[in-house]
């Protein structure tokens, strides 16, 4: 059997600290493409008003297109931005029921409280890791139109 010292410490803490740092990584990631999918997209118009007949911007306004388009494609295929805000909800709903347990708030103020915050905790983690699983089997936005 495990003590709720260690549940809260190699369970709880663990799958917080997670949930905090992949929801972190996650919106790095997602804001880094982003502004990079900006500035490419930004600077295709303003290297057309240069392009004339100089080959060298022409190849440049192509390549940023292709930039723009991969960077676009790589955001809809990652859901980046799904899972920063899913387990940024996940960490702090964990964080919510610790610190209810820790101050006997309700529902934790009466009998088991313990294996109550077990089940919820475990519940979250679950419920979280369905909703990825469902995430990743969700065909792209563009191929569930055709």
Known sequence: MISQEDYIELRLNDQ?????????????????????????????????????????????????????????????????????????????????EKFLFLTQTEPYDKGDAFHLLVQRVEALVSMEGTQWVQSMMKPPKAESLA
Do not use: M
């Open 16 to 96: 917080i600290n997670w949930y905090d740092h992949k929801s972190r990584r996650n919106q790095c990631w997602f804001k880094c493409l982003r502004l990079a999918e900006i500035i490419a997209a930004a600077t295709i118009p303003f290297l057309s008003g240069f392009a004339g007949n100089s080959f060298p911007i022409k190849i440049a306004i192509g390549v940023l297109g292709v930039f723009v388009a991969v960077i676009a494609s790589l955001l809809g295929l990652l859901h980046l931005q799904e899972h920063w805000i899913r387990y940024r909800a996940t960490a702090e709903s964990l964080k919510r």
